[in-house]
Structure formats: structure tokens, C-alpha cells
């Protein structure tokens, strides 16, 4: 107890560190606040050592000798932004947990103008008055899409409400139950209808649903059809759905509006480059679907927001909605969709210059060397404690896109008998940039699709620093 006591009594004073020159330099950065609270909790955690018997005297002196480094160190990582850049080598591309699609250094770049300078966001330039802050986009979207007019508004799950909010308030939206689906735990088909102020009326089973099934649901207060693409699971084995003619045809015939969530909204065909078919926007368009909606962040590899394109009666009465204030997209979201679109009107430049398009399409050879070179520069660096080694895997597109889509790629995988990798993946979590692997029965995999080339030495210095501590 006493020496206890004795301990306490060399803890040191809130008063005695500020004094300190680095501490009132550090203050002249960082508000005193901070600091002040960041010296208290240092205070805090060495009392708690000394009532755990966790700390003697020696040990006291040091940490107390060298308490204003730990501040200042301390109190600079409160000020670091919180919302942070990543290093993703799960080998998923449109991770939603990760920030979906990135965005390019050359769309960035023409953000950067647009937003650090007064802009012609609602201001049209020709007449001199009030503009649309839409009109920039509409004229891009319908260009590649064949649509009649767009609106883009915040979020694909904003997009539906609003189409169905203004189509078919107070109606009944005829949908199959095959396609009644769930995105991501917050996005519900059946929760967005009701939100909307559509009524709900599901038709057909689980795995079968025919084209007279929607016809005998056709009543006085019909408000449209729904078709969902179901982008995030599959149905598979005996399974039949209309096919968007024969839905079309009857929404013609009784004059009924067809609308498609697409969720993904992939404009390119991917089969070309490997990948599974998957409905381009256009094809829905050039079905006759009358409204379109999908993501911007998704296939699209641009920002997050929800794009409607169709019928330009249909979107005008949206432009009326209430809603769609509510919804509107910023600045920013507009600039970064409209350098991003421009990029599709030449295909070549798409596949090359949208990061999400780029990945999913990165042949294997490219991929394999990127492996041996990050497999090798790891092996120079830390020979010891680990074995590395590059395997063949599959990568996902990820955000509920192509979900049976499996592009064979490269992993670095580490394992060892000397150190804990369940460690090893925590520690690269808390690196000072954020390194996101993937654990599977003890050993750390790392898919290099996701893997900028200017990272991988990033990740050798973040396996060198976490090995050197475990
Ligand atoms: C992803 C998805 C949504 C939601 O889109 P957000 O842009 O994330 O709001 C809605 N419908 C489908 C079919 C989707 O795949």
C-alpha cells in the first residue's frame, strides 16, 4: 500500500506537462482542449496501472519522462479525419462497405475545378437566368442510354420511391414474388413500395412467375408494373420469369407503365471481356420498358447516386414530385457522374479509365505478375516468421452485381507456425493506412485486383511493421 502510495505521488501534474515547451508548442496547433483531455487520460491510464499492480517504479519514471511525446503523439490522431482512405485487398470491387466504385484522378481533378470555383450549377449560361441543375446530366444519360429524358437523384433506393411515389401513389404495383428482395439489410422491395405510397401486389411464386400472371392482377387501381432485377442472388434450377416483351406488350395494351430496377446499371456488355451476360440499361430501353432506374456507384463506377431514365411524360411528372427536392444530388455527385459518363462515349476509354470497369476486366497475366512482384518484395523484406505463396482464386464484382460471377485472379497468401495471422490481420486493420485482407482457416489471403499498383509498397511496409510486433 505504501509503495502503492509512493507511486501515485510521482504520478505527474496536468500542470507540470502543459509547462512543458513541446506541449505549448503542440498548443499553438492543436486546441488546449485537446490536449488538456489527452494529458488526463495518459494521467488516467498510469493511476489505473498502479491500482492493477501493473507498473513499478521504474518503469513510472520512463513512461513519465517521455509523457509529452505520448501527448503530442496521442493528440494528433484526434485531429486525423476519422473517414479515411483504404487499402482493399479482398479482391471485391464494389465493396459497399468500402466505398463502392472509386472514383478516377482525372475525374477527381475536374471536381476539383468545378467545386473550388462558383460553377453554372442552376444558371444557364446561354439565356442568362435560372437553369436545371439536371440538365447537365440529362442530355449525357439519354445520349448513351437511347432513353427520352433522365433524373438522377441521390440513391437507386431514392430513385424507386420516387417513381413509384409519382406513378402509382394511392395504386396498386404489380410485382413478382420472385423478385421481392432484400439489398443490403436497409433496402427491402416490399418496405420502399409501402414508403412510396404504393400498394403491393405480389403475383406468382418464389421461383415461377408467367405473364398471366400479371394480367389477372390488372385492375381499376393498377399503377404500374415493377420488374426488380434480382442482382444480388439467384434463383436457380426450375425457375421461369416474364421476359420484358411479353410485360411490355401488356403494359402497352392496357396502358399500364413498366418500370425496372436494374440495381446494378452495367452499360457495357461485359460478355465481351469474359464476364457473364449481364442486361445492359440499354437493352431495357430498347424493350420498351417505360422507367429505368439503377445505381451510380455500382457497374457504373461512378458516384453514389440513383439514375431514372425513360418515357419523358413519366420523368416530367417525377420533376414535379415534391420528392425529388428532397432527393436532389449535390454538386459534387453531378461533376463526378458527368466526368464518369463521359468516359462511356467511347467504350475503350471506359473499360480503361473507370477503376471499376478497369478491375473486373484486368487479364490474368497482368494480375499474376502484380502477385509475384508484391509475393517477391515481401520475401525481401521479411524472410523470416512467414511463408508467402501466390494461388489461384476467384474475385467477386461484389455490390449485390453478378452475384454467381467468379473471375478467376491471384492471391498473395501468408501463413505461418510462428505468429498468430488472426494478429497479423488486425494489426494491418490498424495500420496507419488501413490494410483489409482476408482470413481463411489461418492463413491471410490478399486478391491483388483490388490492388493499385502504388500500394504495394505500402503493403510490404504494413506486413513489415505488423510482423515486427507480433
Ligand atoms: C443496389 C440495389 C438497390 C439500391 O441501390 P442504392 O444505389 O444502393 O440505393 C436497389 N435495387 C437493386 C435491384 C439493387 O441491386
Request: charged share 30%.
Amino acid at each position: 500500500m505504501n509503495n502503492k502510495g509512493n507511486l501515485f505521488s510521482k504520478l505527474p501534474k496536468v500542470d507540470e506537462i502543459i509547462s512543458k515547451p513541446d506541449i505549448d508548442n503542440l498548443i499553438k496547433k492543436i486546441p488546449r482542449e485537446i490536449v488538456i483531455e489527452t494529458i488526463r487520460e495518459e494521467i488516467e491510464k498510469l493511476r489505473n496501472k498502479i491500482r492493477k499492480n501493473e507498473i513499478d517504479y521504474d518503469t513510472l519514471s520512463e513512461i513519465t519522462d517521455s509523457i509529452s511525446e505520448i501527448v503530442i503523439k496521442e493528440s494528433n490522431k484526434k485531429m486525423e479525419t476519422k473517414f479515411k482512405r483504404v487499402i482493399n485487398a479482398t479482391g471485391v470491387v464494389i465493396h459497399t462497405n468500402l466505398g463502392r466504385s472509386l472514383v478516377s484522378k482525372d475525374v477527381m481533378e475536374h471536381i476539383s475545378e468545378v467545386v473550388t470555383n462558383y460553377s453554372n450549377l442552376e444558371f444557364d449560361l446561354e439565356a442568362g437566368s435560372r437553369g436545371s441543375r439536371y440538365s447537365h446530366l440529362e442530355n449525357i444519360i439519354t445520349r448513351i442510354t437511347g432513353a427520352e429524358a433522365a433524373l438522377v437523384v441521390n440513391n437507386n433506393a431514392a430513385a424507386v420511391m420516387l417513381v413509384l411515389g409519382s406513378l402509382a401513389k394511392e395504386k396498386e404495383v404489380v410485382v413478382s414474388r420472385g423478385e421481392l428482395v432484400e439489398i443490403g439489410g436497409s433496402f427491402r422491395v416490399p418496405d420502399v413500395m409501402e414508403q412510396s405510397g404504393a400498394h403491393l401486389v405480389d403475383v406468382g411464386t418464389t421461383n415461377k412467375t408467367h405473364i398471366w400472371d400479371y394480367e389477372k392482377a390488372i385492375g381499376e387501381d393498377t399503377g404500374a408494373f415493377l420488374k426488380v432485377h434480382t442482382s444480388n442472388y439467384r434463383i436457380l434450377g426450375f425457375t421461369s420469369s416474364v421476359d420484358l416483351d411479353a410485360l411490355v406488350k401488356l403494359g402497352q395494351k392496357h396502358d399500364i407503365p413498366v418500370v425496372e430496377d436494374l440495381g446494378s446499371g452495367v452499360l457495357i456488355d461485359l460478355k465481351k471481356y469474359g464476364l457473364e451476360h449481364e442486361p445492359t440499361v440499354q437493352d431495357s430501353i430498347e424493350a420498351g420498358v417505360d422507367i429505368v432506374t439503377f445505381s451510380g456507384d455500382k457497374l457504373l463506377g461512378g458516384p453514389q447516386a440513383g439514375i431514372i431514365i425513360g418515357k419523358k411524360r413519366y420523368i416530367d411528372e417525377m420533376k414535379r414530385n415534391p420528392l425529388t427536392r428532397a432527393f436532389r444530388v449535390d454538386k459534387f455527385t453531378i461533376a463526378t457522374l458527368e466526368a464518369t459518363l463521359r468516359e462511356y462515349l467511347n467504350e475503350e476509354n471506359a473499360i480503361k479509365n473507370i477503376p471499376t470497369l478497369n478491375m473486373i476486366t484486368c487479364p490474368i497475366e497482368e494480375l499474376s505478375k502484380k502477385a509475384n512482384k508484391l509475393k517477391t518484395l515481401i520475401d525481401e523484406k521479411i524472410s523470416n516468421k512467414i511463408i508467402t505463396r501466390v494461388v489461384d482464386d476467384f474475385s467477386q464484382v461484389g455490390g449485390g452485381s453478378m452475384p454467381l460471377e467468379r473471375i478467376p485472379t491471384k492471391d498473395v497468401v501468408i501463413y505461418s507456425d510462428n505468429i498468430n495471422i488472426t494478429k497479423l490481420e488486425e494489426r494491418l486493420r490498424a495500420y496507419k493506412v488501413p490494410i483489409i485482407t482476408r482470413l481463411y482457416k489461418e492463413k491471410m489471403y490478399m486478391d491483388v485486383r483490388t490492388i493499385e499498383d502504388m500500394d504495394i509498397s505500402t503493403i510490404v511496409d504494413g506486413i513489415e511493421f505488423a510482423v515486427s510486433d507480433i
